[in-house]
């Protein structure tokens, strides 16, 4: 079946250690996005990609950091850098032309211990 | 800066009625409105998205309608189920340039369904 997978589902940090999240979609999709959810709001954007090898920074791109190698992945690392770094990751991707949805992962919950 | 609002961060319902979700929008450039529902610990989910140049689009049980002269959005939910109970989103994509699109998200309205 066709979709967006992130994983892990859950995971745990220490505080000073950077951590990787996976986002792998078989869409087809050429844009690929990161959101970040803390409880009670809404979602903020991180980080985008329209392309392989290109990525822009979103609202909140400070302590994270992505790499676009393959049209089908774009995994984020949220490094040390990062405050706060306790919350809930979301994936999504969406044909780049736009005036389409945007389909999403199942998210990934980033506590750090 | 967040352009894209919700006027009521709760609603509760009794099952049967209809619902009504706003949202306001500040971003005059945009053309393209999507809503969605989130459950609890999920990814949200894609339920209806109007274009600028519609007013008005329903689906199965939902409608969205789209007021351009007063930026606002609202999503209408037709006899409401214990199922529509989640939070919901609406969404702008604004048009960054070169042909890169950033899907710009409110904070929300959690529906709380009656039984």
């Known amino acids: 079946d066709g979709g967006i997978t992130q994983s892990p589902k859950y995971l745990f940090r220490k505080e000073g250690q950077n951590v990787t999240l996976s986002c792998e979609q078989n869409l087809n999709h050429d844009a690929m996005y990161w959101y970040r959810q803390d409880p009670g709001q809404g979602l903020r954007l991180i980080y985008y990609?329209?392309?392989?090898?290109?990525?822009q920074k979103g609202d909140i791109a400070e302590g994270y950091s992505v790499s676009r190698e393959k049209k089908e992945s774009f995994p984020l690392t949220v490094t040390s850098a990062q405050k706060n770094p306790t919350a809930f990751y979301l994936c999504?991707?969406?044909?780049?032309?736009?005036?389409?949805?945007?389909?999403f992962g199942q998210g990934t919950r980033l506590t750090v211990v | 800066g967040e352009s894209v609002g919700l006027h009521l961060p709760t609603l509760s319902v009794q099952e049967g009625d209809n619902s009504i979700i706003n949202c306001a929008y500040s971003n005059s450039a945009s053309d393209y409105f999507i809503w969605y529902k989130q459950e609890s610990g999920k990814g949200p989910q894609f339920i209806i998205d109007?274009?600028?140049?519609?007013d008005k689009r329903q689906g199965q049980r939902v409608t969205v309608l789209l007021n351009k002269t007063v930026k606002h959005l609202s999503l209408q939910i037709a006899a409401t189920q214990p199922g529509d109970s989640a939070v919901y989103f609406c969404a702008e994509n604004i048009n960054s340039g070169a042909g890169s699109y950033q899907l710009t998200f409110g904070k929300g309205t959690k529906l709380s369904v009656i039984p």
């Open positions: 990609s329209q392309i392989v090898n290109d990525f």
């Open positions: 999504a991707s969406m044909i780049r032309q736009g005036n389409t949805e945007a389909f």
């Open positions: 109007i274009r600028s140049n519609m």
